[in-house]
């Protein structure tokens, strides 16, 4: 027989509810197939069905559609306003996106309809807290403590905000308190890792990295945070197995591309470090920031007739070491011009230095949304990325590293000062950074750790230091029975300029890792760096090819690099013949 072409017939509102019903129920078995099915079944009688078009929107998620997903789930949101599961969900999609902004207002709609949603408030202090509007975003995560006090993600986020708010002892108060609450959280076992990390506590911090992967193996992050550790104490061959298998998994993570990066530029392997330290604006703890800057990137090519500008992109230390570069940089741009942003304090040594290059101030919010005030260019270029553009290879590395000059008429007078100070070497000393933060504090001591320095006979100490010293330099003198001549009318922090031609009236200058070691390098005096061992900027050398007149003392031990550096102290200071 024929057959039967009736239409079938219109299914009942009660009969639509339990198609859909039948769908959400495969979709939270994971048949996924069948629940999208269903749910086109329901919009083919219905196509506005708020609830339909949601969950089939969440399946598309599930399925790697975000776009799609995204589209369904603002039509449910269009057909009823006041859905909000719909406009939670819609944010957590449009943050997938990376449309952190446009989830910040979904969310909102969401707590509009009900302010006590905790999964809003939690969703929306992420959201934020990828915009860096931390103080917004602590303010949610504290709300939905509020709403749900025993809830250890809330609390773990707080602990992570805090964390990028340098809120160290607050960020593992909230932390471990999600821990007491789910001690298995995978994720704020790592969080807590990296906070005690940057507390200057790595075991620990190993510790904490271990039991996360104990429970999450392959997460990429862990893995990540994990190589740091390792790489700090040396262990590079297991900081490199969790690099792999984190970028195995996760390719385009920013902090492991970074990690590794920097493990293989600190064993010299140029060409394929460089790449992976571009990604260093992407991972949020590396520390620097992109401007938003619409002009090209230069990628190498040739700069005629073009201008480049050039723009620092970390602290003052790493700029002097990046400005290293720059006469080679001026000799790749050939017919070209150079436009140098640069820390203010810093703008008369670069005139003086770099004939022919336009130097300008870097405005305190250039760093962020300001124009250049170096004028017009064709091309840009973060100062960190110039090494990656000049040399792939430490055989290709540019000669020279010492582009400063202070003023010959300064250093005169700082010479007839230091004259008056009587026989000996003349050295400069500086002992510790403006950045104390705590990871950073196992390369710095205090001055009496440095006795066995300060000791040696036949040397003229003269104070570097920048910031408030006064106080340990009299206890170390009283204690050491040395002295150290003090030039107060210098100010050491910004007046920079003062300070090279102090520095070039020196016989030597020996520093911890601070820019008055690299301010040093740049002017071609010699310096000692008193350092832990495993610096990438060595690029795996014993040396740093950025300055030829720096000499490095590292160690594991900070104090048996400063024994070291003390006997070869006392052979520079004893007399001769």
Request: with cysteine; glycine share 8%.
């Amino acid at each position: 027989p024929a057959p039967d072409t009736t239409a079938a017939a219109t299914p009942t509102r009660p009969a639509l509810e339990r198609r859909l019903a039948s769908a959400a129920a495969r979709h939270q078995a994971g048949d996924l197939a069948t629940a999208a099915a269903l749910y086109r079944e329901v919009l083919a009688v219905d196509r506005t069905h708020p609830v339909a078009l949601h969950l089939l929107g969440l399946v598309r998620q599930a399925e790697g559609a975000p776009q799609a997903a995204m589209k369904l789930i603002a039509r449910a949101v269009h057909a009823a306003p006041a859905y909000v599961a719909a406009w939670i969900n819609l944010g957590t999609v449009l943050q997938a996106l990376g449309r952190h902004g446009d989830a910040v207002e979904a969310y909102r709609r969401a707590l509009a309809q009900r302010p006590e949603a905790a999964d809003a408030l939690t969703n929306l202090g992420n959201a934020l807290d990828s915009l860096d509007r931390l103080e917004e975003a602590a303010s949610c995560h504290r709300r939905a403590i509020v709403c749900v006090p025993e809830t250890a993600t809330a609390h773990a986020n707080l602990g992570q905000v805090l964390w990028r708010r340098r809120q160290l002892a607050a960020a593992e108060a909230a932390v471990r308190r999600a821990l007491a609450l789910d001690p298995r959280a995978a994720a704020a076992l790592g969080t807590l890792g990296t906070i005690v990390r940057d507390l200057g506590r790595p075991a620990e911090a190993e510790r904490c990295y271990r039991a996360a992967l104990a429970l999450a193996p392959d997460d990429p992050p862990l893995l990540s945070d994990l190589s740091r550790v390792l790489t700090a104490r040396g262990a590079t061959a297991e900081a490199y197995g969790c690099l792999t298998r984190a970028l195995s998994r996760a390719p385009t993570l920013p902090s492991a591309q970074v990690n590794l990066a920097l493990l293989r530029l600190g064993q010299g392997a140029l060409a394929e470090g460089w790449p992976g330290y571009e990604h260093r604006f992407a991972a949020r703890d590396a520390g620097v920031a992109r401007r938003p800057i619409e002009t090209a990137t230069w990628r190498g090519e040739p700069l005629t007739g073009r201008t480049l500008l050039v723009w620092p992109e970390q602290g003052l230390g790493d700029e002097l070491m990046f400005a290293t570069l720059v006469p080679a940089l001026g000799a790749a741009a050939a017919d070209g011009r150079l436009a140098l942003e640069c820390d203010p304090r810093l703008v008369a040594l670069y005139r003086r230095s770099f004939v022919g290059a336009t130097v300008a101030p870097l405005a305190p919010t250039a760093r962020a949304t300001a124009p250049s005030t170096a004028g017009p260019s064709d091309l840009q270029i973060a100062a960190g990325s110039v090494p990656g553009r000049l040399a792939t290879s430490l055989a290709a590395w540019p000669t020279g590293g010492a582009p400063l000059a202070a003023d010959s008429a300064a250093v005169a007078g700082w010479r007839a000062a230091l004259a008056a100070l009587g026989p000996g070497l003349r050295v400069g000393l500086c002992w510790r950074s403006g950045d104390l933060s705590p990871d950073r504090r196992a390369s710095y001591a205090r001055l009496e750790t440095w006795a066995p320095l300060l000791r040696v006979p036949g040397v003229v100490w003269v104070n570097l230091q920048y910031g408030r010293c006064e106080d340990e330099l009299a206890a170390a003198e009283r204690r050491l029975g040395v002295a150290v001549a003090r030039f107060a009318a210098l100010d050491r922090a910004d007046d920079l300029d003062g300070l090279a031609a102090l520095i070039s009236a020196l016989d030597l200058v020996i520093s911890a890792p601070t820019a008055v070691g690299e301010l040093a390098g740049c002017l071609g005096v010699p310096v000692w760096r008193i350092d832990r061992a495993g610096d990438w900027t060595t690029l795996g050398t014993r040396v740093r090819p950025w300055f030829p007149a720096m000499r490095l003392f590292a160690d594991r031990a900070l104090p048996a690099a400063l024994a070291r550096a003390g006997r070869a102290l006392a052979r520079a200071a004893a007399p001769r013949g």
